[in-house]
């Protein structure tokens, strides 16, 4: 498992890049729709392979329950963290509770990721998993100097967590995170 993007939920994509923007200094780059959910999102680069997403359901019905917990988002923050494993079957069969294996693709980009059936977050603070199978979106991204610090993680289950990475941090505890960013501007947090 590799960390492969943060996610920043809000009710309108318009209130979502305006909370990042502003905590950021810096403006996001496009991003694009998820038909199947009746999102949409802007993106920011964090440095190879790692990128910041802001999602929020489009206007109208979505054709299943959207991801992310967007059926009710609430105001913009920082509600969740995506890694990327080589092998999403793998993954699910050792992390049932993670959902069910979609095959998505928008643009040059294609993936795999696991959404539980009713749209909401994986359960104990854990992670969406996703498997690239096209390009990746971090490399299609302009640098704008963005890098993670450090992310905090919070869960009853930390255990579940085999997550290799120092700037992760991992204690037991009700399910929130909280991330530092380093910008042009100095440090950021969501």
Not at 23 to 46: I, K, M, V
Not at 116 to 143: E, M, N, V, Y
């Amino acid at each position: 498992m590799r960390l492969d993007h943060l996610v920043v939920t809000a009710p309108t994509l318009e209130e979502g890049t305006a909370w990042a923007e502003a905590r950021l200094g810096l403006p996001l780059d496009p991003g694009g729709r998820h038909d199947a959910f009746a999102t949409h999102n802007r993106l920011l680069s964090l440095g190879p392979g790692l990128y910041l997403e802001v999602i929020a359901p489009e206007p109208g019905p979505a054709p299943r329950p959207r991801w992310f917990g967007l059926e009710a988002p609430g105001p913009p923050r920082l509600a969740h963290w995506v890694v990327r494993v080589d092998d999403l079957d793998a993954a699910l069969a050792a992390r049932p509770e993670a959902g069910e294996a979609l095959s998505l693709a928008r643009g040059p980009f294609s993936w795999r990721v696991a959404v539980p059936p009713s749209g909401a977050l994986p359960p104990h603070g854990l992670p969406t998993l996703i498997q690239w199978t096209g390009p990746h979106p971090a490399d299609r991204l302009p640098d704008r100097g963005v890098r993670l610090l450090s992310l905090s993680l919070r869960t009853p289950r930390p255990e579940l967590l085999p997550l290799r990475d120092p700037r992760v941090a991992v204690t037991p505890g009700p399910a929130g995170l909280s991330a530092r960013l380093r910008t042009p501007q100095g440090e950021a947090a969501l």
